[in-house]
T-cell receptor, first 113, second 110 residues
Framework: DTAVSQTPKYLVTQMGNDKSIKCEQN?????MYWYKQDSKKFLKIMFS???????INETVPNRFSPKSPDKAHLNLHINSLELGDSAVYFC????????????FGPGTRLLVL | AQSVTQPDIHITVSEGASLELRCNYS??????LFWYVQSPGQGLQLLLK??????LVQGIKGFEAEFKRSQSSFNLRKPSVHWSDAAEYFC????????FGAGTTVTVRA
């Protein structure tokens, strides 16, 4: 059973397009995250939701909009894609509480041409 | 502000040799510290974590890490490396929001 899954795994698109990445977790966790990993493998948190409520919102362009329809799903919509958005996007989840183990999805590799 | 430094970008080690990956952190209070591993094309998997108690922490896959408050360090070790340990290793600090280091790439030669 996949714990944290993401779709699609690969996404190649043109500049200016709008795209979405979906994430689902079946671990019963109530907190979910989006991370961006750049070409140098630097991993940075973008957003976090707890029970559908946004709790972490880092300095991310407004073109990025997360949506959590329920606590098992966290989607990421990106408007007007730019070349610099090319990266690997990871979803993660954990139970609420400081220092909990985060479980990561396999990543979505986005390439903007 | 919290931050993590991993001084070694790339380490090459022979199979069967020991491995040590360095991690230094900056954090305002007692830190939660983590080591994650990322195999090629995969997501991150937790190796071990520390918050309190014994400063030598055992993890999965034969890894251990030692917390040294005086040196603000949390170095990862493995006594004998296997070819399957070739991966990217990330140290992280934080409570609800994790800050990751830039990672260390480990190459294992036969």
């Amino acid at each position: 059973d996949t714990a944290v899954s993401q779709t699609p795994k690969y996404l190649v698109t043109q500049m200016g397009n709008d795209k979405s990445i979906k994430c689902e977790q079946n671990l019963g966790h109530d907190t979910m995250y989006w991370y961006k990993q750049d070409s140098k493998k630097f991993l940075k948190i973008m957003f976090s939701y707890n029970n559908k409520e946004l709790i972490i919102n880092e300095t991310v362009p407004n073109r990025f909009s997360p949506k959590s329809p329920d606590k098992a799903h966290l989607n990421l919509h990106i408007n007007s894609l730019e070349l610099g958005d090319s990266a690997v996007y990871f979803c993660a989840s954990d139970t609420q509480g400081a220092g909990e183990t985060q479980y990561f999805g396999p990543g979505t590799r986005l390439l903007v041409l | 502000a919290q931050s993590v430094t991993q001084p070694d970008i790339h380490i090459t080690v022979s199979e069967g040799a020991s491995l040590e990956l360095r991690c230094n952190y900056s954090y305002g209070a007692t830190p939660y510290l983590f080591w994650y591993v990322q195999s090629p094309g995969q997501g991150l998997q937790l190796l071990l974590k520390y918050f309190s108690g014994d400063t030598l922490v055992q993890g999965i896959k034969g890894f251990e890490a030692e917390f040294k408050r005086s040196q603000s360090s949390f170095n990862l070790r493995k006594p004998s490396v296997h070819w399957s340990d070739a991966a990217e290793y990330f140290c992280a600090v934080g409570d609800y929001k994790l800050s990751f280091g830039a990672g260390t790439t480990v190459t294992v030669r036969a």
